[in-house]
């Protein structure tokens, strides 16, 4: 069956750590992307890839960065954590442009 | 990127009855996702249906599509204490959106 895996379920760091969220798929996925989650605003898209080294920016990226240097590894870096970066992060995989994505469990992380 | 909307936000029905949840979107598309989530967990592909079909079924799921409209309902038919859920649509080209999603509670 096919996965993604989120290394950690939950996190707690904090303010001024830098915080890396790591996430694996076995399927060949070309496309990766990372999420946040909060109540009452839906999942918003933080970054994506479309292929090794390659990243875009999603709607909320500020604060992030993203490394891609496998095609089957997408790693999320907050640079330094801070207090409303609390929040449930997830991270998905699709093959082709307009695919079903396939998601991980999800790290909650806390930034005390 | 494409925004998907969900109607109504929150949902309470009893077991065995049917649940209707619908979803709006802005501009063009290829298909239209269906997606669940279980408390505090990752989503769960549900249906996809692309934007020649006008409708599909999946056990007792059906979703229908209406491009004029833009919009798209997903039911699912004699429900289950399981479906407590949040249900989101979704569509796009890379860049998918995702809404704030239905919260279905399905009492015993």
């Known amino acids: 069956d096919v996965k993604v895996t989120q290394s950690s379920r939950y996190l707690v760091k904090r303010t001024g750590e830098k915080v890396f969220l790591e996430c694996v798929q076995d399927m060949d996925h070309e496309n990766m992307f990372w999420y946040r989650q909060d109540p009452g605003l839906g999942l918003r898209l933080i970054y994506f890839s479309y292929d090794v080294k390659m990243k875009e920016k999603g709607d909320i990226p500020e604060g992030y960065s993203v490394s891609r240097e496998k095609k089957e590894r997408f790693s999320l870096i907050l640079e330094s954590a801070s207090t409303n970066q609390t929040s449930m992060y997830l991270c998905?995989?699709?093959?082709?442009?307009?695919?079903?994505?396939?998601f991980g469990a999800g790290t909650r992380l806390s930034v005390l | 990127s494409q925004q998907g909307e969900e109607d109504p936000q929150a949902l309470s029905i009893q077991e065995g009855e049917n649940a209707t949840m619908n979803c709006s979107y802005k501009t063009s598309i290829n298909n239209l996702q269906w997606y669940r989530q279980n408390s505090g967990r990752g989503l769960v592909h549900l249906i996809l249906?692309?934007?020649?079909?006008r409708e599909k079924h999946s056990g007792r799921l059906r979703v229908t599509l209406d491009t004029s409209k833009k919009s798209s309902s997903l039911l699912i038919t004699a429900s289950r204490a399981a479906d407590t859920a949040s249900y989101f649509c979704?569509?796009?080209?890379?860049?998918?959106?995702f809404g704030t999603g239905t919260r279905l509670k399905v009492l015993a």
């Open positions: 998905a995989s699709t093959l082709g442009q307009t695919g079903r994505q396939y």
């Open positions: 979704t569509s796009g080209t890379y860049k998918y959106i």
């Open positions: 249906i692309r934007s020649n079909e």
